[in-house]
């Protein structure tokens, strides 16, 4: 779920780098990173915590360079500590590198076992090192050449983000699990970036999606490409993406994610059997959903959930008279509104079953009658390998309890969810998706 970006061609690489990852930020924030090459070097800046946080006009103004690339970390691979973070850097043979990923290598561990047994050196705990190794150890005399030859090693998802001292590389999975967009600066300079809204901030025009298994490369002073298709597959998006992790301000694969996300809330409403008086969103993530929904069946929509945004990623622990502190640091339902209403409650998944279960505790508090939950996805039954850290079989409440359980659990007094082939409608029944937390299809086989 980490956020990549890489410019070439612009004196203000590392400008437009930083803002990318700002309108990146829900994709990770663990860390942050940028690297910018002079055409002679390239330098580093990356810390724990959030873009803002990292990154000032004094250290960008250091990052002079007209290739920069950036990573915003979400840990499914290796550790939370700043070694983990990236882009990573590193001098080889052919000069100074670095690389930013975005997904995860299911054959991770075979590949680090034998560099070690080689005689590598690990430094973090992420399988992004694993081709830094490849590409340091390859026979090939140039980059390209060794980053070819590293890519055919690596099995799963994948976006990648290379640079160089005069080259930047994008390569991007043969089923093409995770997204990544090509634009054009206003300073006539190329930019790539996991997400369609970091154009929107810097106004960078859309040109078409990188495609699934397609390496480009840019050359710095040249306004031409080249295009190399490595290997192809039947594509298939993450249609978690859709769901969940995608800002709505963003377009995939050529979809508006709040239309799809609109329309799973539609289609959700079609299926519900009850009545209420109106229908309340967790925000953020439930709000597109509940829009649609709300405006299927034409009933009202409030926000009776207010949302704090300031509260960061860390909380006090709460002690067993407040545990439900966790959720109300974030969440506060609005009594005066709910108090003896029938209310319909749309989320955009439910994981381990815990968040859902102390907001409708409280908002059971807050008055309401009665509370129907319903959520805009199907049950999650399975882990996500492909680059999301979803938690194992044991974690996942679906995964353990049918939908009656897990009503009971979370104590609504309904629960309903979409079905597979109701989501696969929602985002578009014309292609495949990667649907592996709802079927447990591990597609990319090891």
Known sequence: ????????????????????????QHRGQEASGISVSNGKNIKTIKAKGEVSQIFNPQNLQTLQGEIAIGHNRYSTAGNSSLDDAQPIAANCALGDIALAHNGNLVNKEEIRNQLIQDGAIFQTHMDTENVVHLIARSKKENLKDKFIESLKSCLGAYCFVLA???????????YGVRPLSLGRLKDGGYIVASETCAFDLIEAEFIRDIKPGELIIFTQ??????????ETKNPRICAFEYVYFAR??????????????????????????HKADFVVPVPDSGVSAAIGFAQYLKIP?????????????TFIEPTQELRNLKVK????????????????VIDDSIVRGTTSKKIVSLLRAAGASKIHLAVACPEIKFP????ID??????????NKNIEEVRKHVEADSLTFLSIEELVGSIGNERQYSLISFDGDYFIKN
């Open 1 to 24: 779920m980490c956020a990549v970006v890489g410019v070439i061609n612009s004196k203000n690489a590392s400008t437009y780098a930083y803002y990318a990852l700002f309108a990146m």
């Open 390 to 399: 979803t938690p194992t079989f044991e974690e996942l409440i679906s995964a």
């Open 221 to 230: 002073g040249n306004d031409q490409f080249e295009s190399i298709i490595l």
């Open 384 to 387: 996500d390998i492909y680059g």
């Open 329 to 344: 640091l974030k969440l506060n339902p609005m009594r005066k509104v709910l108090d003896g209403k029938e209310i319909v």
């Open 301 to 313: 929509l409030e926000m009776a959930i207010v949302r704090n945004h300031y509260v960061g990623r």
């Open 164 to 174: 160089s001292k005069d080259k930047l590389y994008v390569a991007r999975d043969p």
């Open 248 to 273: 709505p301000d963003s377009i995939i694969e050529g979809k508006s994610v709040y239309e799809i996300r609109k329309k799973m809330g539609e289609t959700l409403a079609k299926k519900f059997p």
